[in-house]
């Protein structure tokens, strides 16, 4: 089947069941500040699992964009994307475990209505229980999917694996279908298992279905079994996941959620792979006219070395879904990610590939017929001129790059150290400095490369940190008032600006203040004279500023501003009712002692970031 049928037939057939169908949250949440983007279909519905009450009902179902940064690294073998959609339906107190796992086996296998799976191809892993979470093992949904599998002739025994590592060795016998695994496999939050859930995070056991790619899918080290389920085997792939979210994690362990609620997610593209019967899942109609056009350029069969180009594929279509967010590259947060891919797309075509003249911008109109009916906005201008501006000043720094290259290798060596330098520095990839020492017969050592990088990265936290949980670098006096009047500088520039603005970067003085926010152009004499006027009113109502500590769904309630780390407490600044920022401080006890507000300069520095530097006289 389509990629375009199969999210049809899903909300079809979720719609047929009495859910409410919900549009796609943004890929770059607004709301939640929490994550750069949404990892699941669930992330938007959280007040919703912890107890609100959404307008649509207590039945909703959804494709959802997401991207999942943390998977960049694992994109190249056959079941890995970073973008993807997830089918998604959810119970609000409404239906519960039985419900939701006959609908989900019947969405898979009826050929009518559904997908059309054969059962014979489907495992199901369920929890285990924890002792520890006093949590039982879960005998119903076993029982719910050992009678589905019975009736549609397929005998479904249990078998009890625990933690996925111990079970590695251990092969499926005879009659075995459901699987039972610990909290590792088989409990789901978004932090991951239960003992590195935040308080106030909602969570449950889940119960997954995978689908059996065959012997031919596996890893040759699995050659010699049938592999169980969940195993990094290769052969099972998971494509659903029903979580019983019902518990919520308190300082002391788990307390129940208002309503036992249901979280389903599907991989949109890992199911159409398993409607093709293929475990490659760039073979699905999604990626071909991508792979094609890469293959007939560059001469390169596709199964003969497919990683670049799932590469390309992959990259390309994420960079277009964030871009069409809205989001420019730089070299902070989404924007580096964007950049990132974009960059990493770039050097698999002209390397990884060989094809030198084939821009990336040639390749969009493939995505875009693919997506553009339900995704409009991927089909704007800015989608494929953002990328295009990326992929010219990547290439610019290649050659850059290639000249400090150069002037390295006339040594007739390059240190692990140096080819870090050229990666951090000039934005040269570590691949291409050792490919490109290797056709000069330059010899390169990777030692020192990773000690380099830690260094490098040790001092950017401390940066960030410094930035991000107060202590100022100098804790005078007019540095606390330039503080202070950030977080005026920042709630105001959202009021004027809207909430598209925010912070990527912020340097006191004594002399002045420096503020970075996204914003795509630069502020009109109006608009930086309305930020100066909203500033300057907020100092002469001499507003008391408060520093309080709080759990962060409290702080995430008030609406406070701001970067900050995912934890249990977080402080946050609030300025009279005006600011709520998260920060560490310091701050003067009220505004009325910072004086007159100027702005002395608004400008670029990069992509989509403005500067402004202000003054207090
Ligand atoms: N939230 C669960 C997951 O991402 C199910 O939707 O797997």
Same mark, same amino acid.
């Given at each position: 089947? %389509?990629?375009?049928?199969?999210? $049809?037939?899903?909300?079809?057939?979720?719609?047929?069941?009495?859910?409410?169908?919900?549009?796609?949250?943004?890929?770059?949440?607004?709301?939640?500040?929490?994550?750069? +983007?949404?990892?699941?279909?669930?992330?938007?519905?959280?007040?919703?699992?912890?107890?609100?009450?959404?307008?649509?009902?207590?039945?909703?179902?959804?494709?959802? =964009?997401?991207?999942?940064?943390? *998977?960049?690294?694992?994109?190249?073998?056959?079941?890995?994307?970073?973008?993807?959609?997830?089918?998604?339906?959810?119970?609000?107190?409404?239906?519960?475990?039985?419900?939701?796992?006959? /609908?989900?086996?019947? +969405?898979?296998?009826?050929?009518?209505?559904?997908?059309?799976?054969?059962?014979?191809?489907?495992?199901?892993?369920?929890?285990?229980?924890?002792?520890?979470?006093?949590?039982?093992?879960?005998?119903?949904?076993?029982?719910?999917?050992?009678?589905?599998?019975?009736?549609?002739?397929?005998?479904?025994?249990?078998?009890?694996?625990?933690?996925?590592?111990?079970?590695?060795?251990?092969?499926? $016998?005879?009659?075995?279908?459901?699987?039972?695994?610990?909290?590792?496999?088989?409990?789901?939050?978004?932090?991951?298992?239960?003992?590195?859930?935040?308080?106030?995070?909602?969570?449950?056991?889940?119960?997954?279905?995978?689908?059996?790619?065959?012997?031919?899918?596996?890893?040759?080290?699995?050659?010699?079994?049938?592999?169980?389920?969940?195993?990094?085997?290769?052969?099972?792939?998971?494509?659903?996941?029903?979580?019983?979210? /019902?518990?919520?994690?308190?300082?002391?362990?788990?307390?129940?959620?208002?309503?036992?609620?249901?979280?389903?997610?599907?991989?949109?593209?890992?199911?159409?792979?398993?409607?093709?019967?293929?475990?490659?899942? +760039?073979?699905?109609?999604? +990626?071909?006219?991508?792979?094609?056009?890469?293959?007939?350029?560059?001469?390169?069969?596709?199964?003969?070395?497919?990683?670049?180009?799932?590469?390309?594929?992959?990259?390309?279509?994420?960079?277009?879904?964030?871009?069409?967010?809205?989001?420019?590259?730089?070299?902070?947060?989404?924007?580096?990610?964007?950049?990132?891919?974009?960059?990493?797309?770039?050097?698999?075509? /002209?390397?990884?590939?060989?094809?030198?003249?084939?821009?990336?911008?040639?390749?969009?109109?493939?995505?875009?017929?693919?997506?553009?009916?339900?995704?409009?906005?991927?089909?704007?201008?800015?989608?494929?001129?953002?990328?295009?501006?990326?992929?010219?000043?990547?290439?610019?720094?290649?050659?850059?790059?290639?000249?400090?290259?150069?002037?390295?290798?006339?040594?007739?060596?390059?240190?692990?150290?140096?080819?870090? #330098?050229?990666?951090?520095?000039?934005?040269?990839?570590?691949?291409?400095?050792?490919?490109?020492?290797?056709?000069?017969?330059?010899?390169?050592?990777?030692?020192?490369?990773?000690?380099?990088?830690?260094?490098?990265?040790?001092?950017?936290? /401390?940066?960030?940190?410094?930035?991000?949980?107060?202590?100022?670098?100098?804790?005078?006096?007019?540095?606390? =008032?330039?503080?202070?009047?950030?977080?005026?500088?920042?709630?105001?520039?959202?009021?004027?600006?809207?909430? #598209?603005?925010?912070?990527?970067?912020?340097?006191?003085?004594? %002399?002045?203040?420096?503020?970075?926010?996204?914003?795509?152009?630069?502020?009109?004499?109006?608009?930086?004279?309305?930020?100066?006027?909203?500033?300057?009113? $907020?100092?002469?109502?001499?507003?008391?500023?408060?520093?309080? *500590?709080?759990?962060?769904? %409290?702080?995430?309630?008030?609406?406070?501003?701001?970067?900050?780390?995912?934890?249990?407490?977080?402080?946050?600044?609030?300025?009279?009712?005006?600011?709520?920022?998260?920060?560490?401080?310091?701050?003067?006890?009220?505004?009325?002692?910072?004086?007159?507000?100027?702005?002395? $300069?608004?400008?670029?520095?990069?992509?989509?970031?403005?500067?402004?530097?202000?003054?207090? %006289?």
């Amino acid at each position: 089947m %389509e990629l375009n049928e199969v999210r $049809k037939r899903y909300l079809d057939y979720m719609r047929d069941r009495g859910h409410s169908v919900l549009a796609s949250a943004p890929l770059v949440p607004r709301e939640d500040s929490t994550t750069l +983007f949404t990892g699941s279909g669930m992330q938007p519905l959280v007040p919703y699992l912890l107890g609100k009450e959404h307008p649509k009902g207590t039945r909703l179902a959804n494709a959802q =964009k997401c991207f999942r940064a943390n *998977d960049i690294d694992e994109v190249g073998d056959n079941r890995h994307t970073t973008f993807f959609e997830m089918l998604g339906n959810w119970s609000l107190g409404s239906y519960f475990k039985k419900e939701q796992i006959e /609908q989900c086996f019947l +969405f898979l296998t009826d050929p009518n209505s559904g997908l059309g799976l054969n059962p014979e191809r489907l495992y199901v892993s369920v929890f285990a229980g924890d002792k520890l979470l006093n949590i039982p093992r879960d005998e119903e949904s076993a029982e719910v999917w050992r009678q589905l599998f019975t009736s549609a002739g397929v005998t479904a025994e249990t078998a009890h694996i625990g933690s996925k590592e111990n079970g590695d060795r251990r092969g499926i $016998k005879n009659g075995e279908r459901i699987f039972f695994y610990d909290a590792d496999e088989n409990w789901w939050s978004r932090s991951g298992s239960p003992d590195t859930m935040p308080v106030g995070e909602p969570g449950g056991p889940d119960t997954e279905v995978f689908y059996d790619f065959g012997d031919s899918a596996a890893d040759p080290a699995y050659a010699d079994m049938k592999p169980h389920p969940a195993s990094d085997s290769g052969r099972f792939v998971e494509i659903g996941n029903s979580v019983f979210m /019902q518990h919520i994690r308190t300082k002391n362990g788990f307390t129940q959620l208002p309503k036992k609620n249901v979280d389903f997610g599907g991989g949109l593209e890992r199911l159409v792979a398993a409607t093709e019967d293929t475990a490659d899942i +760039f073979r699905i109609d999604a +990626f071909a006219s991508c792979i094609s056009a890469l293959a007939e350029r560059s001469g390169i069969a596709y199964d003969t070395r497919p990683r670049p180009f799932r590469i390309v594929a992959d990259h390309l279509r994420a960079a277009m879904f964030i871009a069409a967010d809205g989001v420019s590259p730089s070299n902070t947060d989404q924007g580096y990610v964007l950049r990132r891919l974009v960059r990493s797309a770039v050097y698999n075509v /002209q390397y990884g590939l060989g094809i030198a003249d084939l821009p990336l911008t040639v390749l969009v109109p493939s995505m875009v017929s693919m997506y553009a009916d339900r995704y409009p906005e991927i089909a704007e201008e800015r989608v494929v001129q953002t990328i295009g501006d990326e992929e010219e000043r990547f290439i610019t720094t290649l050659q850059k790059g290639t000249k400090v290259f150069d002037a390295i290798a006339k040594k007739g060596a390059i240190t692990g150290e140096e080819m870090f #330098t050229l990666q951090s520095t000039y934005g040269f990839p570590k691949e291409l400095t050792i490919s490109l020492a290797r056709e000069k017969h330059v010899s390169v050592s990777s030692d020192g490369y990773v000690s380099a990088m830690h260094r490098h990265r040790e001092s950017s936290r /401390q940066a960030s940190e410094r930035k991000f949980k107060g202590g100022l670098a100098d804790a005078s006096d007019m540095s606390v =008032k330039y503080h202070t009047a950030t977080h005026l500088l920042h709630q105001a520039l959202r009021d004027v600006l809207g909430n #598209t603005v925010e912070q990527r970067g912020s340097n006191i003085t004594p %002399e002045r203040l420096r503020f970075d926010f996204s914003y795509d152009r630069k502020l009109t004499d109006e608009e930086k004279k309305q930020v100066e006027t909203v500033v300057n009113d $907020k100092i002469q109502e001499g507003l008391e500023v408060r520093c309080m *500590d709080m759990p962060l769904e %409290e702080a995430r309630r008030l609406g406070a501003i701001g970067t900050f780390e995912y934890g249990d407490t977080v402080r946050v600044y609030c300025i009279g009712e005006y600011s709520k920022e998260f920060c560490g401080g310091p701050h003067v006890g009220n505004t009325a002692d910072l004086g007159s507000f100027r702005i002395t $300069k608004e400008e670029s520095v990069a992509a989509g970031i403005r500067r402004i530097k202000a003054v207090l %006289e």
